[in-house]
T-cell receptor
């Protein structure tokens, strides 16, 4: 299976701290994407990083990709209460438009 | 781009009944997908639909499932005879793996 696996499964941090979530996958990819899901809601696309990129930023989000280790990390800086959600990485595969999701990291920001 | 809207947001149905989940708008897009998420579990791929045909389906997408694009703007998922284990959130999406997906807000299906 090429699915991503996030780590940790759950993370609680104080508001203002940085949150780091990791994702590992098994096969070669074209792209890796991160999504956020608030409880019981839809999936929101956060950022896409291509296999030839090593780092990407979007606002308070920083994503890294290490294709040699088949891993990615999502860093959320200066966390806010509104960042409380589940975060999923999703990977594609060559000649394949579907994406496969990992099990997600549940992030809880403590006030 | 307009958001992807799914209807209904919540549906309760009797076991064995047929349900149709709808996704709009999809005009001017070629790639569509259905995913489902059983409560508390990961998001699972069901089917991809390209150029009005199924391009790939998962093991979950058995003969009880079908997808259609009945007109230029709707994309539907039909479950012919629902089972208790079909209870889940169902998400449609448009896009490609190259540029990322836009997901709908989901339909929560409860089979009783």
């Amino acid at each position: 299976s090429q699915q991503g696996e996030e780590d940790p499964q759950a993370l609680s941090i104080q508001e203002g701290e940085n949150a780091t979530m990791n994702c590992s996958y098994k096969t070669s990819i074209n792209n890796l994407q991160w999504y956020r899901q608030n409880s019981g809601r839809g999936l929101v696309h956060l950022i896409l990083i291509r296999s030839n990129e090593r780092e990407k930023h979007s606002g308070r989000l920083r994503v890294t990709l290490d294709t040699s280790k088949k891993s990615s990390s999502l860093l959320i800086t200066a966390s806010r209460a509104a960042d409380t959600a589940s975060y999923f990485c999703a990977t594609d595969a060559d000649r394949d438009d579907k994406i496969i999701f990992g099990k997600g990291t549940r992030l809880h920001i403590l006030p | 781009e307009p958001e992807v809207t799914q209807t209904p947001s919540h549906q309760v149905t009797q076991m064995g009944q047929e349900v149709i989940l709808r996704c709009v708008p999809i005009s001017n897009h070629l790639y569509f997908y259905w995913y489902r998420q059983i409560l508390g579990q990961k998001v699972e791929f069901l089917v991809s639909f390209y150029n009005n045909e199924i391009s790939e389906k998962s093991e979950i997408f058995d003969d009880q499932f079908s997808v259609e694009r009945p007109d230029g703007s709707n994309f539907t998922l039909k479950i012919r005879s629902t089972k208790l284990e079909d209870s889940a959130m169902y998400f449609c999406a448009r896009g490609t793996s190259v540029y990322g997906y836009t997901f709908g807000s989901g339909t929560r299906l409860t089979v009783v």
